[in-house]
């Protein structure tokens, strides 16, 4: 159980356009989603806390109008990279949590989105 | 954002071998966790820490939350070829959000 999915697993784009990535919690309903960014060979960096039906909080430097997130259902979050740019580039991981505050952040397999 | 520290940055060691690995903060968490991460991939939760001292095992993992509630350390005992991979530690301020912090990981190659 609590199995997290991400689609696309992988994405490449054209600079300037806008791409969209999936976090669907599979056997589970998730209040809370969180997303991540991860460099090549760095760590995981937390971009944003999702909550069902509300905005999402971004974390400090992260521009909420560049990364557009919306939590619809209970099972699916969505990320919108806008007006992508190579910097962009970057691995996005999604995590999920079952239900209450202090329960396990289950993560998803990760997106990578390269952006040309 | 804020990282944890975690040492060494990362290990080459032969089949067989223990490991360990560190991490420390500066502030206090009330749960630390350690998770693991093949290329590609989302991490993998391997051991959760929710209590100061605490020492919890997990097959050939061994993990334990420092008494100062500021670092954490990870044993892997008699290392096999699929222990390769990237392990991060995570705290847990607690309260009102559940928000992770990372710690810098750790790259395990452990030769046959």
């Known amino acids: 159980g609590a199995v997290v999915s991400q689609h696309p697993s992988w994405v490449i784009c054209k600079s300037g356009t806008s791409v969209k990535i999936e976090c669907r919690s599979l056997?589970?309903?998730?209040?809370?989603m969180f997303w991540y960014r991860q460099f090549p060979k760095q760590s995981l960096m937390l971009m944003a806390t999702?909550?069902?039906?509300?905005?999402?909080?971004?974390e400090q430097g992260v521009e909420k109008d560049k990364f557009l997130i919306n939590h619809a259902s209970l099972t699916l979050s969505t990320l919108t990279v806008t007006s992508a740019h190579p910097e962009d580039s970057s691995f996005y991981i999604c995590?999920?949590?079952?239900?209450?505050?202090?329960?396990?952040?289950?993560f998803g397999p990760g997106t990578r989105l390269t952006v040309t | 954002g804020q990282q944890l520290n975690q040492s060494p940055q990362s290990m080459f060691i032969q089949e067989g071998e223990d490991v360990s690995m560190n991490c420390t903060s500066s502030?206090?968490?009330?749960?630390w966790l350690w998770y693991k991460q093949d290329p590609g991939e989302g991490p993998v939760l391997l051991i959760a820490?929710?209590?100061?001292?605490e020492l919890t095992s997990n097959g050939r993992l061994t993990a334990q939350f420092g008494i100062t509630r500021k670092d954490s350390f990870l044993n892997i005992s008699a290392s096999i070829p699929s222990d390769v991979g990237i392990y991060f530690c995570?705290?847990?301020?607690?309260?009102?959000?559940?928000?992770?912090?990372f710690g810098t990981g750790t790259l395990l190659a452990v030769q046959p």
């Open positions: 995590s999920a949590i079952p239900g209450h505050i202090g329960d396990e952040q289950y």
């Open positions: 056997d589970f309903q998730a209040t809370t």
């Open positions: 999702s909550n069902e039906g509300s905005k999402a909080t971004y």
């Open positions: 502030s206090i968490f009330n749960t």
């Open positions: 820490l929710y209590k100061a001292g």
């Open positions: 995570a705290g847990l301020r607690g309260g009102a959000t559940n928000k992770l912090i």
